[in-house]
Nanobody, 122 residues
Framework: VQLQASGGGLMQAGGSLRLSCKAS??????MAWFRQAPGKEREFVAA??????NTNYLDSVKGRFIISRDDDSVYLEMNSLKPEDTAVYFC????????????????????WGRGTLVTVSS
């Protein structure tokens, strides 16, 4: 399975961006977005279960970001962007079926895309 993310870029604070990630191959159930800012550890941002019925978010993005998916892709709509959202965003796939993702660790996800850079200027 390969995950390919796209949609990053430079945006002013308060603006919006939409990230996309397409999975080629089979065997992925839940999908998620993580991010890593310079000098910081990779952190969970949002996740969606296989059916799309359950979503989980990092507290600081609740109400601003929306994760969604279709059969082989996951999306992250990012609104009201802040400079602290600046990071490389990674999509991730889980090969195990789960009902929800409550602040999942990085190693819960077996498949990873290469990342797309999001820069938010003040």
């Amino acid at each position: 399975v390969q995950l390919q993310a796209s949609g990053g870029g430079l945006m002013q604070a308060g603006g919006s961006l939409r990230l996309s990630c397409k999975a080629s191959g089979r065997g992925i159930y839940g999908m998620a977005w993580f991010r890593q800012a310079p000098g910081k550890e990779r952190e969970f941002v949002a996740a969606v279960t296989w059916t799309g019925s359950n979503t989980n978010y990092l507290d600081s993005v609740k109400g601003r970001f929306i994760i969604s998916r279709d059969d082989d892709s996951v999306y992250l709509e990012m609104n009201s962007l802040k400079p602290e959202d600046t990071a490389v965003y990674f999509c991730a796939g889980d090969r195990h079926l789960k009902n929800s993702y409550n602040n999942p660790p990085v190693d819960m996800f077996e498949e990873w895309g290469r990342g797309t850079l999001v820069t938010v200027s003040s």
